[in-house]
């Protein structure tokens, strides 16, 4: 019986648990979550950027946005353009077929036919000039808002960088991607394409 009491007691895990919990003490104590004062009111007001957000919307046409993963911070830049006098298109890049014919040609749908009607197949106006005939002379603009535009290939994101070009009251905003504030750039320059004011000849190498 003692051998087996014995037996028993240095079988139990009491001891080792307690140094467990200690390294979990020291390991919690050493980890620190850094705070800073954008995280107490918010990093659109210590860095008041809107302005520059609307100055570069004007001046390139269609951006690349990356918003923070946790979401929230879009909706403020989209209330400015909104203030602005813009309407808005959102739409979804997954699923959204042919960018030129679904926004602006007239494209045919087809309704899933579950295996017992007939395949049939409807025409839908295009997107973005329907939207524009609905506007009124009141309105600056369209702003077409394509989310989940990563998975978008190269050539359908060089499409919707000249889409201004072809109906100059839209804007477009792409989200490209996500990161650790609210950034944007070009879309141009995501796409692989020259600047507004840069022609493609002056890209090449000299000889």
């Not at 951006?63 to 989209?78: K, N, Q, S, V």
């Not at 490209?176 to 000849?201: H, T």
Request: some cysteine.
């Amino acid at each position: 019986m003692a051998s087996s009491a014995t037996a028993f007691h240095l079988a139990t895990p009491l001891r080792s648990a307690s140094g467990v919990q200690q390294r979990r003490r020291r390991a919690a104590a050493a980890v620190g979550v850094r705070c800073g004062l954008a995280d107490l009111i918010g990093g659109d007001l210590i860095l008041p950027d809107l302005g520059r957000w609307l100055e570069d919307v004007e001046k390139h046409k269609a951006l690349a946005i990356y918003p923070p993963h946790e979401g929230g911070y879009e909706g403020r830049y989209l209330n400015r353009l909104r203030y602005q006098g813009y309407r808005f298109l959102d739409l979804t890049a997954r699923g959204l077929g042919d960018l030129e014919s679904t926004l602006t040609k007239i494209h045919p749908v087809c309704p899933p036919h579950l295996g017992k009607q007939p395949i049939s197949r409807w025409y839908f106006p295009p997107e973005v000039d329907y939207r524009l005939s609905l506007m009124s002379p009141d309105d600056k603009g369209l702003v077409l808002w394509i989310i989940e535009a990563k998975v978008l290939s190269k050539a359908e994101l060089q499409f919707l960088a000249l889409l201004p070009t072809l109906r100059p009251k839209v804007k477009v905003i792409a989200e490209c991607g996500n990161w650790r504030k609210f950034v944007w750039k070009p879309l141009r320059e995501i796409a692989g394409l020259p600047a507004a004011g840069e022609s493609s000849s002056s890209l090449q190498p000299e000889k």
